[in-house]
């Protein structure tokens, strides 16, 4: 856990090594999150839909696993 002291601002630093790990560098976008009494700083991403795509390729397909449950639930039914 980091402790940053918000300035009379409202500006809080985020530490050099924090940063780095999440390659945020001036002028980059954050968003703030509230989860019910936690704020969650968030990198975020100008192109959210593309950016993110192809990041769950090679995983299973979720369409053909639930296929394949239901054609088994249809074997045992029937």
Known sequence: MTISTISSK????????LRKKHDLHPGARVAIVDYGGVLAVVPAHDEPVEQS??????????????????????????
Do not use: C, F, H, N
């Open 10 to 17: 409202g500006w809080i630093v985020i530490p050099a090594e």
């Open 53 to 78: 795509a192809g990041m769950l390729k090679g995983t299973p397909s979720l369409v053909d696993a639930l296929r394949q449950e239901r054609s088994l639930e249809r074997q045992r039914e029937g």
